[in-house]
């Protein structure tokens, strides 16, 4: 249903006195049956677009091409069959490969022929040019696949010397690297339970030495003879796969059968790029020289001249082949054919889509939805965002793009987006080729391939709910105008599969509205990792996410969000309760003051206030402070069994703080800045945090809010917590509800009292979790 252009979803549910209808999307509710009846909500209809957007068909392109498909039947089956069906374009593709690989490879059978009337016409130096011409592309990609394998193998020796879990270089000493980093002595201790105690036994490192089998594969391919060959019969196996098996898995399932590596790929480039400019290029000149030669008749009368026309006509095919393929390939990687082919024969086992142009500054905006990373990837992207002509200013990803990254290069791949040395680059979060096949799938309910205006509708709303927010039917209408089709108005999967994943502008709705909140509730550590070092969302979203995570007990995820910030806690200040009256309308009725109260809490060097309560003496507030408390702020020793949390940099600075003295007078202080954002600094003690007390103190105090004056101090206290395992745990036990606390205020009588909680059970489970981690340490060292 439409509601000034707001979407609902409806089911056929009703109540018991058949009045309201249930609603599902964008919040579960009721709404009035009688609403639909007079017309203040609109069913939705596949005319529905129409009425909203216009007959946009005469806007539509009306070439010769266009005429001529729609105009003939069968043309346009076979047009509608293929935007249908993604799988028949893969089927094409295929059909092409495999008659470029067919002319290869009668140039290969010609260049062999040639090679063979020289050798009997004892054309020595002919024979022996050719033949190196027709292997010089085997040994450019044995060159680059040695050193791709030694690579490798040294990554190899890097999990063999830290484990194969390691997932980053460094040791963990923040909140952020906490759930995936181990420290070369815990790298390879495990946990043996015996009965209830739990003893940390350490494993023999198996050295620095490479795999055994990398190894030896590497030494034999280092051998360029053996190298070559294996090179050959991975040609053959590729196109066995590629023209046999390929084909029968795509005509018997209508898939893919397996995804091309990123390795794969670039070999692939790689051998057609020296293809053409090692050995068809080469073949050409020296046919034409050999040609000119029998004009000239210095050659033997035993050449066989109409192998070399037939293998120039061949290799003049190919050039012109291979030459229109790789020309599109550079144009669409914003690139001149030179850079193009210079760029993969200089790595193209490393080469990442439009990086090059990114280098040169002509890329803006890039794509990378179907590019997987991996950690030499991200490294050649570091390395072009600090180019001094990069331009660029916003780059599309997904989550399959960072499926191959550990954490750590996730934050480092983030923080380099982020403090670009320019300008921060934009992240649009968006969604694969795969998940927007599945969404298809499940959305298509008459199964006709195709989406109307009602199902894109339904699809969108759906994704809209995942991230919180409600939909318009007008910016529906308005991508689904980008995406369908202009004369049939519906989206073929085909159409909607190349416009997303080739779109660099941001699709509202098709594209994520909040990736962190997509991240958080998919629980992907490593995209929440990204998101934060990214910078996708701002300090008061940041805030709002964070708080919201220690609240509902997502003590693991909140870690993440504060990221090397720090520890978060949250004190909630509920409610104040006979507060002293500051300000009187009848200054000879004392009785009927009143006040404008908030409350002021600080942690450390921290202090942050609550909403002004206007003209009450009983303020409600319910409102939740988020502090970070600092790794190297948390003492070493812990009493009550929460163990010795070494290992962590200790770095504290011991300053004297000055407690204010009590008293029954009313003491102002300055007002800073606004009414409902006013933040307090100077002036007070702090709480302390790690302090040679050993207690985290917070301290609260409440003002009446002035708009003409100072804000006057009404009371305060002083809330201290043990770093004890009981006194952490008096305030929040496991995952329950903090305790509500209730405390008088001091500072001068009958100053009232307030309300509060603070929701400890985030810091308690990082202390948890660095203690075992300290003693699985101890454990390996001894």
């Not at 439409?2 to 009721?30: C, F, H, M, N």
């Not at 209508?254 to 090692?278: D, F, M, P, Q, T």
């Not at 393929?325 to 990442?352: C, D, K, P, W």
């Not at 985290?696 to 006057?712: A, G, H, M, Q, V």
Request: net charge neutral.
């Amino acid at each position: 249903l439409v509601r000034q252009y707001e979407v609902i979803v409806t089911t056929e549910e009703s109540d018991a006195s058949q009045l309201y209808i249930k609603t599902v999307l964008p919040v579960s509710g009721w709404i009035r049956k009688s609403c639909i009846d007079d017309g203040t909500l609109v069913e939705v209809t596949k005319d529905t677009y129409g009425q909203l957007v216009g007959d946009d068909s005469g806007n539509a392109l009306s070439g010769c091409f266009d005429r001529c498909i729609r105009n003939s039947k069968c043309c346009k089956g076979i047009s509608t069959s293929i935007r249908k069906h993604p799988v028949y374009v893969m089927a094409g593709y295929l059909i092409l490969q495999f008659l470029a690989e067919v002319v290869i490879f009668a140039d290969l059978l010609s260049d062999i022929a040639v090679a063979v009337t020289l050798s009997a016409a004892k054309e020595n130096w002919l024979f022996m040019l050719t033949c190196v011409f027709m292997l010089a592309p085997y040994y450019i990609a044995w060159a680059a696949a040695f050193g791709y394998l030694q690579k490798r193998a040294m990554e190899s020796t890097a999990n063999n010397e830290f484990g194969d879990d390691t997932q980053g270089r460094t040791n963990a000493t923040d909140a952020s690297d906490f759930a995936d980093v181990k420290t070369k002595s815990e790298a390879n201790i495990v946990e043996v339970n015996d009965g209830d105690d739990s003893k940390s036994v350490a494993k023999k490192k198996k050295g620095s030495s490479p795999d055994k089998k990398i190894q030896i594969g590497v030494i034999l391919f280092a051998i360029a003879p053996i190298g070559v060959c294996f090179l050959v019969l991975l040609d053959v196996y590729l196109l066995f796969e590629d023209f046999i098996v390929k084909p029968i898995v795509l005509c018997c399932t209508k898939r893919i059968l397996r995804e091309e590596s990123h390795a794969e790929k670039g070999y692939k480039k790689l051998r057609r790029v020296s293809e053409v400019v090692a050995e068809t290029i080469c073949q050409t000149v020296l046919q034409i020289f050999i040609l000119m030669a029998h004009g000239r008749g210095d050659l033997d009368e035993g050449v066989e001249i109409k192998w070399v026309y037939l293998s120039l006509v061949t290799s003049c095919i190919v050039l012109v082949l291979w030459g229109i393929v790789l020309s599109i390939e550079a144009r669409g990687y914003g690139l001149h054919f030179y850079e193009y082919v210079t760029v993969v024969l200089q790595g193209s086992f490393n080469f990442v889509p439009y990086l090059p142009a990114i280098e040169r500054g002509k890329r803006h905006r890039v794509n990378w939805t179907d590019f997987r990373f991996d950690s030499h990837s991200v490294g050649l992207v570091s390395k072009a965002l600090i180019s001094p002509e990069c331009a660029l200013e916003e780059i599309k990803l997904s989550a399959y793009s960072l499926r191959k990254l550990t954490r750590h290069e996730c934050k480092f791949l983030g923080q380099m987006l982020a403090d670009s040395p320019k300008d921060s680059v934009k992240v649009v979060f968006s969604r694969s080729r795969q998940e927007i096949e599945d969404l298809f799938n499940k959305f298509d309910t008459d199964r006709s391939r195709t989406f109307d205006y009602e199902e894109f509708l339904q699809l969108c709303t759906a994704l809209r709910q995942n991230d919180d927010g409600v939909v318009s039917a007008k910016d529906v209408a308005e991508i689904f105008s980008i995406l369908a089709d202009k004369y049939n108005k519906e989206v073929y999967l085909t159409d909607l599969l190349w416009k997303i994943n080739r779109s660099v502008q941001r699709l509202p709705v098709v594209d994520y509205d909040s990736p962190v909140m997509y991240a958080l509730k998919a629980r992907d550590q490593k995209l929440l990792t990204f998101m934060i070092a990214a910078k996708v969302c701002d300090d008061v979203t940041w805030e709002y996410y964070t708080t919201t995570l220690v609240t509902t007990n997502r003590h693991e995820d909140a870690l993440m969000m504060a990221e090397e910030k720090g520890i978060p806690i949250v004190v909630e200040l509920i409610s104040g309760h006979n507060l002293p009256a500051h300000d009187f309308d009848d200054p000879n009725n004392p009785e009927k003051g009143t006040s404008d109260p908030y409350a002021s809490v600080s942690v450390a060097d921290k202090v942050k206030r609550t909403e002004t309560i206007h003209k009450n003496l009983n303020p409600v507030w319910r409102q939740p402070l988020l502090f970070i408390i600092p790794p190297e702020d948390i003492p070493e020793k812990m009493d009550g069994g929460l163990g010795d949390m070494g290992g962590m940099s200790r770095k504290r600075s011991q300053k004297n703080r000055n407690e204010p003295h009590g008293g029954d007078r009313l003491r102002r202080r300055t007002s800073h800045g606004g009414h409902h954002h006013q933040r307090h600094g100077g002036g007070a003690q702090k709480g302390i945090v790690g302090g040679t007390s050993g207690r985290l103190e917070i301290n609260f105090k409440i003002y009446d809010y002035d708009e003409t004056d100072d804000d006057f101090f009404m009371g305060s206290y002083k809330h201290k917590i043990r770093w004890m395992l009981e006194d952490l745990q008096k305030h929040q036990n496991g995952t329950n509800q903090p305790q509500v606390m209730s405390h008088d205020l001091t500072n001068r009588e009958k100053a009232g009292s307030f309300k509060f909680r603070i929701y400890t059970g985030t810091l308690q489970y990082y202390i948890k979790w660095a203690r075992n981690k300290n003693n699985q340490v101890s454990g390996g060292k001894k």
